[in-house]
């Protein structure tokens, strides 16, 4: 595998996490990617941007016809796959009384549904490029999950546990699964601005490229997972050994305050 040029394709490519994964890729020895978005312009100006070779696939991944299109693109331009990063999400916030089934079912087909029908198309070429890997963004809210962001985390709690149980089926293909959690990253549908002025909360807001490093660690690094920021692991571990404690501080006043800076700061529909 150290003979031939290393396949990466990153979905969620144009801006953010997508945008800076592809970035600290494309510094490998070899690297060739394929950049997956819904802003064509945006990935384009990405391609010609970067020191290796990357062709673009503009299409939206809810669509049903995405999988198919974008194993079409993979094939026409290369004979392998080395590496699949499944990104691209949103999350829009509402109470479940407010917003409904139909709310969760919006994150669902982008979240979930979306990453597992693509992983679907692309998991034999994968496998016939083993050893390959596919890295899941999941997230800190697919552990723990606060108020108005049910829906989002429970996607994301879907893709977290698919996620272990495809790592288990697919090591004996020689195709390494895992996955990043981020917290809060300051990207463009979430600047957190609000949480950045302030000295109390600066520290749990993180940057793209901390992430696209976590990716490049589990992924062709083989690591199972990664937290961003790191310390966000606390939060996990602690709703597992004390979960009444954790409903309480996230049912409390600084988790209001925390959802109420947060609110008005929709992340964006855009795929990442």
């Known amino acids: ?71 079409a693109h993979v094939e026409a331009h290369h004979d392998r796959l080395d590496l699949l990063v499944n990104n691209a999400g949103a999350a829009w916030r509402g109470t479940f009384a407010e917003t409904g089934h139909a709310h969760v079912q919006r994150h669902m087909e982008l979240n979930f549904d979306a990453v597992v029908r693509l992983t679907e198309a692309l998991l034999p070429l994968l496998r016939s490029s083993a050893p390959s890997a596919i890295v899941n963004v999941a997230s800190t809210a697919g552990r723990v999950a606060r108020s108005r962001t049910g829906a989002y985390s429970a996607s994301k709690f879907a893709l977290i546990g698919w996620t272990d149980s495809l790592y288990a089926e697919e090591r004996p293909h020689g195709v390494h699964v895992g996955m990043v959690l981020p917290g809060f990253i300051a990207t463009e549908g979430f600047p957190a601005t609000e949480l950045r002025e302030k000295a109390l909360t600066r520290w749990i807001v993180s940057k793209p490229p901390k992430v696209a490093e976590a990716i490049y660690e589990v992924g062709p690094g083989g690591k199972a997972e990664r937290y961003v920021p790191r310390p966000y692991a606390l939060a996990a571990i602690a709703r597992i050994l004390s979960p009444r404690l954790v409903r309480r501080v996230l049912s409390g006043g600084s988790a209001a305050a925390l959802t109420t800076s947060t609110a008005a700061e929709r992340d964006s529909p855009t795929q990442r």
């Open 1 to 71: 595998m150290s003979s031939q040029p290393r396949v990466a394709l990153v979905t969620g490519a144009s801006t953010g996490i997508g945008e800076a994964t592809a970035i600290r890729l494309a510094r490998e020895p070899g690297a060739e990617l394929v950049l997956v978005a819904r802003r064509e312009e945006l990935l384009q100006r990405l391609a010609d941007s970067l020191p290796c070779p990357a062709t673009v696939c503009a299409v939206d991944l809810t669509e049903p016809d995405a999988p198919a299109r974008v194993l």
